[in-house]
């Protein structure tokens, strides 16, 4: 029989909140974290809206308690936070005593810093520290090494779907016997690289966006961290663990359609969604809550919305996007939502799908409007849908 | 959690593409870094496609469709790419016409060439294959995750057989860049003639390489990948040396059971020392062969290194120019490849060969 | 403006990388958009976009007008003639 996979821990930070109990005031009080750019130097100041995590990179060391200093990346930073809290929330004060691994996301990497030193890169020395902190393994590894992780490391970038890919990559490592415990997530700060980058794709809305509303304009971006702890069923015995949940289903597939587009019939988004209900041996009907992608862009929600109608019929579960609290985290944003999949279990919530106002006309179900603070949920399923039709799709049940 | 090698698509800075088994000729590189030979991609892709991807991007959709072919196949149950530095050059381009452009005006097609997984999608998209998706990218751990997820789906049996792949460029600003690290040579070297050096550094380079991995064996399979394992910063040289009899004893055999050994060699003279002093505990007048000499240094290499294992093991022959010392006897059964950057990321890679 | 179409022909080969087309490969009053026509995609709505802005000094400011100014070579040449800054 496969090994069951439960979480242990959880860690995250984004606009809305430096950890989980930030996080939930935040959802509770309906309070988003977009607003103006201002950590990053960009023309777009002022007139794209962003989710920032509200600490600089400064406030980052110190809530941390390391000493600042050269060749840090933000992603590292932002990193490093979600993953400590993971591993406190899980109890965790002896890395060693079970073969553990890291499987951090990011596309980003130390591009935060990279895009300001690049000329500098070329024509002196002044910046060198920062070379080698530009590509996606420096934050995992920094991370691991300030964890003491060693055991098994890797790194994966499937643009928005990334660490929801890290989370079902962490649980095969458990299940197939190769690890007993992975903190798997994934790490994301804003740049003015891939800012421009989503501006040149005119997917950008230049008001918060409005995720499965009609009137939709775009995405809004974001950034943050987060990490979860899965534990296999012998870690949990043996140390008599609190379980917040187990992830008992995980599907990812392919759109195969178009670079930066879904199709119009979601066929991944439908095949992701698919695979997980089959992995949890759970019918559509069993789900209570769907934590869609959700971006805000015509596409996606277009996408996803006829992919949930084709999976669930009749019969769709409340269903909620909350990039409309964090922004688009990108890398990040399915450990995001993960960790929001595992804290709605916890508290019987159904998260507000903000800022919507007039249905879709393509799709015959809306979207949640109102907070829900007494819902029964057992299964929740998680949506993360990626650049290069990269769809991953998670189930996290009540233990 | 074995998987057999039955397709292989290695583009590489030899003559490797389109030919079965090893190239006769090798190709010298004087420069600063070893370059891909890029076949006749217009065979492989359309025109509507390719215009949109970049070099490397050409090479790895060719990579792809040379391993189908080699394996027989159209459609891969899964595809996974590990690449360490993703596509460089058109991060490069759009960084700096973010910069130089002050962000407007800017091509999004290179945005989206620059996300790392940009190959393996457009695979996805040439395949039209809406199966399991995903890239690695982990400096030199990048291929070998990908190996092991790979692995992992035809033991799940959620996959019966899997298009993988390594795949890394370098570009002339990357060079100059990561040169300022202090890891490429100062001096001149013949890159055929880089694993006699003794000074410091080495010398970049590049590959696009595919396998097609199969649960079984079959008529096109080259060798069995019977187990791929890393290891992260260890301690110390006695503990690397336990970590590799670990991972032998694991799957049953002893150092004395390889037959050859194929080492990530790169003639940077602290980095080759890793190897020997282990080796000199452990491995013991072995039969040794190099690789990098002939695709140089990225953090994909060994798949280059595992094209010309599973040749080895499928024709019997050890080229000699791979040949380091101790010329092995025939047949050669059981071959160990082992690579490290910088001490840090180390992989282990169990190659044998199918017994009928 | 038979002039600005052989022009524009040569700066959207170039532009959107399309090797192994000629300008006399492209029809004047074909659609540029879709099967049956160049096939171009949205990528290249977005890039044309930015053509017209870098060569011409004109803005779209809602990518959607693209769909008519767009439609073929002699539409977008006409469209460059009436709103082209001096």
Known sequence: MEKRVFITGIGIITGIGNNADETLNSVFASHSG?????????????????SEVKCNNAELFHLLGIPEKEGISRTFLLGLMAAKEALKTSGITDISAWKTGLVSATTVGGMDKSELYYQDFLKNDFHNEYIDTHDCADSTEKIADYLGISDFLTTISTACSSSANSIMFGARLIKNGKLDRVIAGGTECLSKFHISGFHSLQILDTQPCKPFDENRQGLTLGEGAAYLILESEEVVKAENKEVLCELTGFGNACEAFHQTASSPEGTGAVLAMQKALASANLNPSDIDYINAHGTGTENNDLSEGVAIETVFGSHIPPVSSTKAFTGHTTSAAGAVEAVLSVLAIKNHLIYPNLNFQTAMKELHFLPVKNLITDAKINHVLSNSFG????????????? | MKAYISGIGNISPQKTCEQKGFPEELVEYTGNFLQIILPDYKLYIDLMARRRMGRIIKAGVSAAKICLND???????????????????????????VLENQE????????MQSTYNTLCSQIAIQLSCTNYNNTFVHRAFSFE?????????????????????????????????????????????????LLESSTE????????????????????????????????????????????????????????????????????????????????????????????????????????ALSMASAILKLQQVPEYMLIKNSPELPVRNILVWNHYHNAEHSLLLVQRIEK | MEELIAKLKEQIIAELNLEDVKPEDINDDSPLFGEGGLGLDSIDALELIVLLEKNYG???????????????IRTLAEYITTNKKA
Request: glycine fraction near 10%; aromatic fraction near 10%; hydrophobic fraction near 40%.
């Open chain 1, 34 to 50: 977009i607003g103006e750019i201002i950590h990053v130097s960009t023309i777009h100041k002022g007139s794209i809206p962003v």
């Open chain 1, 387 to 399: 650049f290069g039709g990269n769809d991953t799709s998670l189930i996290f049940s009540r233990y």
């Open chain 2, 71 to 97: 394996a027989g196949a159209t459609m891969p149950e899964a595809i996974i790419t590990g690449t360490g530095l993703g596509c460089i050059e058109d991060t490069e381009r759009f960084l700096s016409s």
């Open chain 2, 104 to 111: 407007r005006l800017l091509n999004p097609a290179h945005f």
């Open chain 2, 145 to 193: 995750s990908a190996l092991i997820d790979a692995m992992m789906l035809i033991a799940e049996e959620r996959a019966g057989n899997v298009l993988v792949g390594g795949v890394d460029e370098i570009t002339a600003n990357h060079y100059a860049i990561s040169g300022k690290l202090g890891i490429w040579k100062k001096e001149t070297v013949s890159s055929l003639h």
């Open chain 2, 201 to 304: 550094g080495t010398i970049p380079g590049e590959g696009a390489a595919y396998f097609f991995l199969t649960a079984q064996p079959v008529d096109t399979s080259y060798a069995c990948l019977t187990d791929v394992a890393t290891f992260y910063k260890p301690k110390t040289s006695a503990q690397m040396a336990e970590n590799i009899q670990k991972f032998l004893a694991k799957n049953g055999m002893t150092s004395k059971d390889i037959d050859l050994l194929m080492l990530g060699f790169n003639g940077d003279v602290d980095s080759d020392e890793v190897y020997n002093r282990i080796c000199n505990q452990i491995f013991d007048k072995k039969p040794t062969t190099a690789y990098k000499h002939l695709c140089g240094e990225f953090f994909t290499s060994t798949s280059f």
């Open chain 3, 58 to 72: 004109i803005k779209i400011e809602d990518p959607k007008e693209g769909k008519t100014i767009f439609y073929s």
